[in-house]
Each structure stands twice: as structure tokens, then as C-alpha cells.
């Protein structure tokens, strides 16, 4: 989603396309979990970028293009920087990109 660029025309919209990635990582999370007694450290990075999706959309509503595609530029990277960490788990979940600034 977060390469779709006609879901990032302005900061509403923007708002928008990361409540769907949010709700997108957080079913992903819970099929995740699901089969398991317990969380496992993949679910758990699932769940995390699920709030920090959400938490990046609310900021975006009221940003311009600068803050935009620096919140999509740094989504791409740790959306794959997840899938990665999905299929190979280390010790060190990857780390939950910076809130753009919308200024």
C-alpha cells in the first residue's frame, strides 16, 4: 500500500492509506499469533508497527507533501525491514520509524 501513490494525494488521504497498512499488519499479527500458546517476538513486531501505522497516520492529516513522502520513504523501508524480521527473527525487532514532522 504504502507504494500505491494515488492513496497519498494530501494529508487526509495519507491519513487514510496508514490506517490501512495499521489494520492490514494487525490482521496479520493476530493470524500470526493465533496457532500459538504464547507471543512469539514475530507477532510481536507485527502488533508494534500496527500502532506506530496508526500513530504515523494521525500525524499525517494535517501534513503537506514534505512530511508525506518522508513518512512513505521511511514506511518502506521498515515495512520490508518487518517482512524480513517475519521471516528471519533476530534478537532486535526492527526499529519503529520516526513520526514525520509535519511543521
Known sequence: MVN???RFGNGPKSADAFAAIASELLRTGQRCRAPRKH??????????????????GGFLVNCTAPGIFEARSLWRGHLDAVAQYERHPTEVRPA??????CD
Not at 96 to 101: A, G, M, N, R, T
Open 4 to 6: 500505491d501513490s494515488g
Open 39 to 56: 507471543d512469539e517476538r514475530r507477532c510481536l513486531a507485527l502488533f508494534e508497527a500496527a500502532g506506530a501505522a496508526e500513530t504515523t
Open 96 to 101: 519503529i520509524p520516526k513520526v514525520p514532522s
